[in-house]
């Protein structure tokens, strides 16, 4: 969910500023060989080490308790370990054939590699290169000869929208609630991603996907590596399908619980620029099911343009259209009026079409012409 204010999870100004002299002094350190350490640099080096993983940890404790008397998340899927250069050069057919899907080809080098020169590496690249171009065979064979599930193969089967790449990493015991490792931990878990195709959707939903399940925001996970603490009232599901436009998807989501409080789709159906006409009636429907036309995303710091009520957010857009229908669902303009003359949207450079020029001169004014035409036509 989003927040205004500072909670317990961010740091304190004492531990930004230490968090911050200590990068400067590990920089200096670590600019020396381990030769030229003294005995009191590598002392230093572990405590700055010490001080850290201290202040990632406490703040990985109060993320998670929110969530302690939750169900229990299965383990996130372990990341790829695929990416190290140079690969060996036996393996250069290996990961042409799971390219290819070349079964027979693949289950020859694997019989012929048992208890040989292969490793761990070698065939998460194979997973991988398989998965990214759907060979489910190889997948398959690849998983059943004890290959580890990483998540690079996941995010693969994700991008592909890949229904029968998901039914075989179910048989092989991936849950979708797992969290897809990722640099910052941002990724989360699949099912945000896959709202653009309901068969999917009704997979992953049959299968236990969480719909109110996500990543922390970024300034939440901050630090905390690939693997950071999930956000257990998450609207991104909702929202993704939102931006989508898929009404089944939307509907199916809330029938297996997802909350319309934790969601932001009306930002969501606004922002796919380029989609208003696929998207007006998703935005339609979740207003007649109860969204807030008035919603703020308002984060403590960060860009501005993330933040702001699902009309500022058509201003910026010039979706008139869009403006429109928030202000006959009872948007507030004098909630963005000040925000949308600050961002330079209001007044905008190019007027609503039919709008006259004594209209324009507040956002308000505007407005009420749009209540007194809909009044007018009746």
Known sequence: MNTATTSSTDCSQEQLMQLRQDAQRQCILMSKSQEQLTGDEVRELAQINARRTAISDAKRQALELPSIHSPPLPAPSPPYRGLAPPTPPYEDGFLAWCLEGNFDAVRRHMQAQQGGMDDGDSLARGLYCAADRGRVDVVRYLLQQGVELHSRAVESACRRRDLALFEVLVEHGWHP??????????????????????????????????????????????????????????????????????????????????????????????????????????????????????????????????????????????????????????????????????????????????????????????????????????
Not at 181 to 193: E, I, K, Q
């Open 177 to 378: 609630n797992q969290q897809v490792a990722s640099p910052d931990g941002g990724f989360g878990v699949v099912l945000p991603y896959c709202t653009d195709d309901l068969k999917l959707t009704e997979f992953l939903l049959a299968h236990g996907a969480d719909p109110n399940l996500g990543p922390l925001d970024i300034r939440k996970r901050s630090g905390l590596g690939s693997a950071s603490p999930m956000d257990r009232e998450s609207g991104k599901a909702l929202t993704y399908a939102a931006t989508y436009g898929n009404i089944d998807v939307i509907d199916l989501l809330i029938h297996h619980g997802a909350r319309l409080e934790w969601a932001t789709p009306l930002h969501g159906a606004i922002s796919a620029v380029g989609a208003w006409h696929r998207n007006r009636a998703a935005a339609e429907h979740v207003l007649r099911l109860g969204a807030d036309p008035n919603k703020l995303i308002v984060f403590p710091y960060g860009n501005l343009m993330e933040m702001g009520t699902p009309l500022l957010w058509a201003l910026r857009l010039q979706n008139w259209d869009a403006v429109e229908l928030l202000v006959e669902w009872g948007a507030n303009p004098a909630q963005v009026s000040a925000a949308a003359e600050r961002e330079g949207v209001w007044p905008p450079s190019r007027p609503p079409p039919n709008a006259k020029e004594e209209q324009m001169g507040t956002l308000e004014d505007f407005v009420e012409s749009i209540k007194q035409q809909k009044r007018g036509s009746k």
